[in-house]
C-alpha cells in the first residue's frame, strides 16, 4: 500500500498561473481533504469530500477549486495562482465513523508563487 | 472561538531526558483530542487520539493525558531518541461537527540533541 499520494512534490508558479495539485489513497476511504500548512500556522482546511461526488468548502477555500474524481482522487486546482498561496499543501484521507475518524497524510506539495 | 493553543513553541532536550508538551483548548462541545508526529518534510502522522472519557493513552513511548474539566492535554515522551525531533501537533474536534471541522494547534517544535 502506498497509502497517500501526492504530485507534484515541489513546484514554483508565476502569479496568475494555473496548476493541479494530484492526491491519490489507496486506502478505500471514503473521505478526502486538503489543507495548507503556512509558517507559524496549524493547518487550515481548504475542501473536503465526505464521499464520492460531493465537496465541502473548508475554512480558507477562496482561490481554490476540487474535484473528487473517483474515489481514489481528489485534486486541487488553483485557477489564478497568487503568493499569498505560497505554501505547503497537504491531502488526507480518513476512516472511521461519526467523529472518531482516523486521518492519513500525503507527503505535501511545497508551492512557492512568485 | 474555537481553539488550541500548544505550549511551548519550541523545546530542545538531550537525547534520554524525557519532556511534556502542553494543550490548551477551548472547543465546545469536545468530542476527541488528537496528538499528531509531523517530522520535517513529511505529513503529520497520528499518534493517539482520546475521547472525553479517556484519561490516559499511551503509544510506545508516548503517553497522552487529557483532562477533559480543565480543558487541558499534555504529550509526555520518555526517554527521547534522536528520531523523535519533530513537530507534534494537538487538534481537537467537537461532537457533531462536520468532518472537516478539526482545530489544529501550531504545534511544538522538539529537539533531541546527541
Known amino acids: 500500500n502506498a497509502g497517500v499520494t501526492q504530485t507534484p512534490k515541489f513546484q514554483v508558479l508565476k502569479t496568475g498561473q494555473s496548476m493541479t495539485l494530484q492526491c491519490a489513497q489507496d486506502m478505500n476511504h471514503n473521505s478526502m481533504y486538503w489543507y495548507r500548512q503556512d509558517p507559524g500556522m496549524g493547518l487550515r482546511l481548504i475542501y473536503y469530500?465526505?464521499?464520492?461526488?460531493?465537496?465541502d468548502k473548508g475554512e480558507v477555500p477562496n482561490g481554490y477549486n476540487v474535484s473528487r474524481l473517483n474515489k481514489r482522487e481528489f485534486s486541487l486546482r488553483l485557477e489564478s495562482a497568487a503568493p499569498s498561496q505560497t505554501s505547503v499543501y497537504f491531502c488526507?484521507?480518513?476512516?472511521?465513523?461519526?467523529?472518531?475518524?482516523?486521518?492519513?497524510f500525503g507527503p505535501g506539495t511545497r508551492l512557492t508563487v512568485t | 472561538k474555537n481553539q488550541v493553543e500548544q505550549s511551548p513553541q519550541s523545546l530542545i532536550i538531550l537525547e534520554g531526558k524525557n519532556c511534556t508538551l502542553q494543550?490548551?483548548?477551548?472547543?465546545?462541545?469536545?468530542?476527541?483530542l488528537r496528538w499528531y508526529k509531523q517530522d520535517t518534510g513529511r505529513g503529520p502522522v497520528s499518534l493517539t487520539i482520546m475521547t472525553f472519557s479517556e484519561n490516559t493513552k499511551s503509544n510506545g513511548r508516548y503517553t497522552a493525558t487529557l483532562d477533559a474539566d480543565t480543558k487541558q492535554s499534555s504529550l509526555h515522551i520518555t526517554a527521547s531518541q534522536l528520531s523523535d525531533s519533530a513537530s507534534y501537533i494537538c487538534v481537537v474536534s467537537a461532537i457533531g461537527g462536520s468532518q472537516g471541522n478539526l482545530i489544529f494547534g501550531k504545534g511544538t517544535k522538539l529537539s533531541v540533541k546527541p
Open positions: 494543550c490548551n483548548y477551548t472547543v465546545s462541545p469536545f468530542s476527541n
Open positions: 469530500s465526505a464521499s464520492e461526488g460531493t465537496t
Open positions: 488526507a484521507s480518513s476512516v472511521g465513523r461519526g467523529d472518531l475518524y482516523e486521518q492519513y
